[in-house]
């Protein structure tokens, strides 16, 4: 599936704290910096070594020492059935006392270490590639907060533009009522509108408080109150493909099912070791002897499951299924997948076009209001009348923001969505 995205971002970087400016790549890479489940890579690869040395150790030759003391009722005793016969045989001690030391050394085990190896091996890859895909995860919790914070970030510009109007047009009125052209009321419509605006300030400067706070504690650290989050610019269109990591996992753990299919096999491969035995006891190899004595034996064996009831069959069935079900999460990954991005695409065609209505729009409630205030000086109309037309202006300079951030946050869901951002 191929898709036209807007590839190139440009985002300036800044510092946190009592810095100037603050872009969204920045936000990223803190709040992955800062997120506990980064520290799990550490964990896994450690792991996957200690894994990989079990399966290594067993190569290396097993010792066992052991030892033994018992007593026993009855032993084995040789009698002639003719007792004329002047022939004296050795009696088994009924006590006896062993120290041993076995020793045992896989030459051939099949092939079987080496698979478990490898099954270790892809199923670590698996799990560090799932620490990815939780840590893509927050890029999509850190733009909800930055593009809530930046659509406040200019609704407040826009509150500050429209107070400026309305207190340079209050002095104006102020002066025609020191001269007797106004009465006193229309300036206090002026403070009245001034206060409430004032007002509207303060909530979205608490509002965006309370985001930036939410994004600080995503991002690790304190973000200042004055910090100004940079508008990302979008431009460039080319094909691109769908990039995300939850593809590599999927990927990852199907290879990780194929060397657990590949393990099940080899268990049932044949084992030739050697073995070896050496120690001191009372009696030794020897059992009719009552002394005690230093003893060894080499030898080697082989073992071979040449039946193990269809086991290790089951097994591999059992991880085809998986496999199956795996397959299945995939495919439903992608049909949800290419929803979401034909989703986002549509937004960012109507975002595109209400931004071009909206900035004729706000084109001519500029000059409405322009002529309102040239009319408000004239005394045609009243203060109310003008703050009426000048609230219209400003409602649609927001509305046109809050359309550009809504493209803005279309564009970074859409890189997201394809695993670009």
């Excluded at 100004?228 to 990780?256: I, M, N, Y």
């Excluded at 929803?339 to 549509?346: D, K």
Aim: aromatic residues 8%; contains cysteine; hydrophobic residues 40%.
């Amino acid at each position: 599936m191929k898709i036209r995205v807007s590839l190139l971002l440009l985002l300036v970087t800044g510092a946190l704290m009592a810095q100037e400016s603050l872009s969204l790549f920045e936000c990223h890479r803190l709040a992955i910096e800062h997120a506990p489940r980064l520290r799990d890579r550490e964990h896994i690869q450690e792991i996957g070594k200690l894994k990989t040395d079990q399966v290594e150790s067993n190569w290396y030759p097993s010792l066992d020492l052991n030892g033994k003391a018992s007593y026993q009722s009855d032993v084995v005793t040789i009698t002639l059935a003719n007792e004329n016969v002047p022939v004296a045989f050795p009696e088994v001690p009924h006590d006896q006392y062993g120290f041993n030391l076995d020793l045992s050394q896989t030459i051939f085990d099949g092939g079987l270490s080496k698979q478990l190896k490898s099954y270790e091996q892809a199923a670590i890859a698996a799990d560090l590639q799932q620490v990815e895909v939780d840590l893509y995860g927050l890029k999509g919790k850190v733009n909800q907060y930055f593009f809530a914070v930046l659509a406040l970030q200019e609704n407040r510009k826009n509150l500050e533009v429209h107070l400026e109007t309305l207190e340079a047009r209050a002095e104006v009125i102020r002066l025609a009522i020191d001269q007797g052209a106004m009465l006193k009321t229309e300036a206090k419509v002026m403070d009245v509108e001034v206060l409430n605006l004032r007002q509207s300030m303060l909530e979205v400067d608490s509002r965006k408080r309370a985001f930036l706070d939410a994004l600080a504690v995503l991002c690790g650290e304190a973000i200042h109150a004055d910090t100004e989050l940079e508008s990302p610019v979008f431009a460039g269109v080319q094909e691109a493909v769908p990039d995300r990591p939850e593809h590599r996992l999927f990927d990852l753990k199907k290879a990780s099912m194929e060397a657990g299919k590949e393990l099940a096999s080899r268990k049932r491969m044949p084992v030739l070791y050697a073995y070896g035995q050496t120690g001191y006891g009372k009696p030794g190899y020897n059992m009719l002897s009552g002394e005690w004595d230093f003893y060894y034996l080499l030898g080697a064996g082989l073992r071979w499951n040449i039946w193990d009831w269809n086991k290790s069959s089951r097994e591999r069935q059992l991880l085809e299924q998986q496999q199956f079900i795996l397959d299945n999460q995939r495919s439903s990954f992608d049909k949800e997948l290419e929803s979401l991005l034909v989703q986002e695409e549509a937004n960012i065609e109507q975002y595109k076009e209400a931004m071009l209505l909206e900035e004729e729009v706000l084109r001519l409630r500029e000059e409405i209001s322009s002529d309102a205030a040239l009319k408000l000086e004239n005394g045609t109309i009243t203060a109310t009348d003008y703050i009426t037309e000048l609230n219209k202006e400003s409602i649609s300079r927001i509305k046109l923001a809050m359309q550009q951030v809504n493209l803005m946050k279309s564009y970074a869901s859409y890189l997201n969505l394809l695993g670009n951002l």
